[in-house]
């Protein structure tokens, strides 16, 4: 069974970089051919995908946060990871891990992280 | 960006009743369009996948039909534990976009 477990700061200062990791467990990123991405939710809001990324290294970003967004995959530690540059208040939000399967649904979730902007 | 609305935003409903939620894309989407559950607090659940596939281990009285622009979620008997919001969500073109979301609340 694939799971999928968020790691990072809970707090971070406006116009720094939010950094969050995931970590996989029952497969490897490397062997299989799922695309690993990343989703928020503000607080109260709806669900807004962020980016995704292949073992391989290839990407797909959200335009509307593409330029303060950078994906990750680290095959020797099984994660992917997720930078968000010159954060604000309105990036305050759970952050989820998600897999899709080619250009299928985001089947599994991690269980998500709040991370706060705030000084 | 396609753009997907969902109605109603927010439903009350009775226990054994029958909900209906509709998604429309702002474009065609082939079948490209995916359910979720999400409960608060918790991650959103897959619950029917390309359009009418219905995930492995979610009950039968969860149902989607549609194809194109337009696109229903049905749950046949509302049960207790189907008090939630629900979100569509394409998957045909990056970047995937979701509805705004549909309450379900009990009446």
């Known amino acids: 069974q694939l799971q999928l477990q968020e790691s990072g700061p809970g707090l971070v200062k406006p116009s720094e970089t939010l950094s969050l990791s995931c970590t996989v467990s029952g497969a490897s990123i490397s062997g299989s051919r799922y695309y690993w991405g990343w989703i928020r939710q503000p607080p109260g809001k709806g669900l807004e995908w962020i980016a995704s990324?292949?073992?391989?290294?290839?990407?797909?970003?959200n335009p509307s946060l593409k330029s303060r967004v950078t994906i990750s995959v680290d095959t020797s530690k099984n994660q992917f990871s997720l930078k968000l540059s010159s954060v604000t208040a309105a990036d305050t939000a759970v952050y989820y891990c998600?897999?899709?399967f080619g250009s299928g649904p985001n089947d599994y979730w991690g269980q998500g992280t709040l991370v706060t902007v705030s000084s | 960006d396609i753009q997907m609305t969902q109605s109603p935003s927010s439903l009350s409903a009775s226990l054994g009743d029958r909900v209906t939620i509709t998604c429309r894309a702002s474009q065609s989407i082939s079948s490209s369009l995916n359910w979720y559950q999400q409960k608060p607090g918790k991650a959103p659940k897959l619950l029917i996948h390309?359009?009418?596939s219905l995930q492995s281990g979610v009950p039968s009285r969860f149902s989607g039909s549609g194809s194109g622009t337009d696109f229903t979620l049905t749950i046949s008997s509302l049960q207790p534990e189907d008090f939630a919001t629900y979100y569509c969500q394409q998957s045909y073109s990056s970047p995937r976009t979701f509805g705004q979301g549909t309450k379900v609340e009990i009446k």
């Open positions: 390309a359009a009418s």
């Open positions: 990324i292949y073992y391989s290294g290839s990407a797909q970003y």
């Open positions: 998600a897999t899709a």
